[in-house]
């Protein structure tokens, strides 16, 4: 496969990315949070909010009239029942590609106007049940602003590319150029680095995790204030912006890990499609891993679990990994 190639699926993913921000902006005008927020189903292990269907309605009419027919393909994402592909009439087997997508990541704190959304894609070749987020080869990620933003910013990447950054003014359409940046830190203290506990299910053990970690690379109480700062972005795209702009040094999500030591099998985690973007973080220089080790695979469905570690940079991955290490096999033996 050609670069050219990729990079005519990235221009797709971001073209698709979009036009689902801007279907979700229009569609929630005039429309208050309580209808939002109302649930409206259950699909891919996350429960789907009214202001989702919004994004899922924009994603099928965009590849209907939109996708050319030369990338036959099959899209994954929450909400579907059986196979989608496009040109529509294909079967999954008749496809050239696979691209899984999560039309709003951050469903929770859009509907409620509290902070930024995003929209996230990634593709790569079929090969039916056993494509895997490692064999993702383009990818795309688009901010669905609050009402009170004017600044909507969107990364894209093909794999062994560069990551190309965009900022637009939703209120005029301007856009100028904008560059990943993270941090350069060569430590955690007076930084943003935490571990995802968004939810009460596992935060304890979590809790517990994470505050060994600090005191044994810091020292807890070892400052008249605290050094280490915690933000919990409820969702993954939005972590992953913090740590291309330079924000956070540092994001975890064990949940996965966290539940199965706890013998929990209902709580939400992290899921392929969830995490479809990374390929953006790996092509801006954040190190993107498995809590144990390796890369962390999953294949392109909306029900596998992801346990991922994201580092600014591999000073600070080389700093936190062989302790964090260490403490897993303590906690989740």
């Known amino acids: ?46 429960t789907i909010y009214a202001v989702d269907r919004i994004g899922e309605g924009a994603i099928l009419e965009w590849f209907r009239t939109q996708w050319p027919k030369c990338f036959p393909v099959q899209i994954v994402m929450e909400g579907l029942v059986g196979e989608t592909c496009f040109p529509e009439g294909l079967q999954a087997a008749e496809t050239d590609w696979k691209c899984i997508i999560d039309p709003i990541d951050g469903t929770r704190g859009i509907m409620y106007d509290k902070r930024s959304a995003w929209s996230l894609s990634g593709i790569a070749p079929q090969s039916g049940s056993d494509t895997m987020l490692s064999q993702i080869v383009a990818a795309a990620m688009t901010e669905i602003p609050t009402t009170r933003q004017w600044r909507a910013d969107q990364f894209s990447t093909t794999r062994g590319g560069g990551v190309v950054g965009a900022s637009e003014d939703v209120r005029s359409g301007g856009t ?58 409820i969702c993954t795209g939005g972590q992953f912006y913090e740590l291309i702009s330079g924000h956070d040094r540092m994001v975890g999500d064990l949940r996965p890990l966290i539940f199965r030591t706890l013998d929990l099998e209902t709580s939400l985690v992290c899921h392929p499609y969830d995490c479809c973007s990374a390929l953006v973080l790996q092509q801006s220089g954040v190190v993107f891993e498995h809590p144990l080790g390796g890369f962390p695979d999953a294949p ?3 029900e596998s679990g992801v346990s991922w570690m994201a580092y600014a940079n591999e000073t600070l991955a080389a700093q936190a990994r062989p302790v964090l290490s260490r403490i897993l096999e303590q906690f989740l033996a």
């Open 1 to 46: 496969m050609s670069e050219v190639t990729h990079e005519a699926l990235r221009d797709l993913l971001c073209q698709l990315g979009l036009a689902c921000r801007n279907a979700v902006l229009a569609g929630r005008r005039g429309v208050d949070f309580v209808t939002l927020a109302r649930v409206d189903g259950q699909g891919g292990g996350d």
């Open 176 to 233: 100028i150029s904008i560059d990943p940046a993270p941090s350069q830190a060569n430590g955690f203290a007076h930084g943003f680095a935490s571990l995802v506990k968004f939810f009460p299910e596992g935060r304890t053990l979590t809790a517990q995790i994470e505050e060994r970690l600090w005191d044994e690379l810091i020292g807890l109480n070892s400052s008249p204030s605290p050094v280490i700062f915690d933000d919990q972005y």
């Open 300 to 302: 392109l469905d909306t």
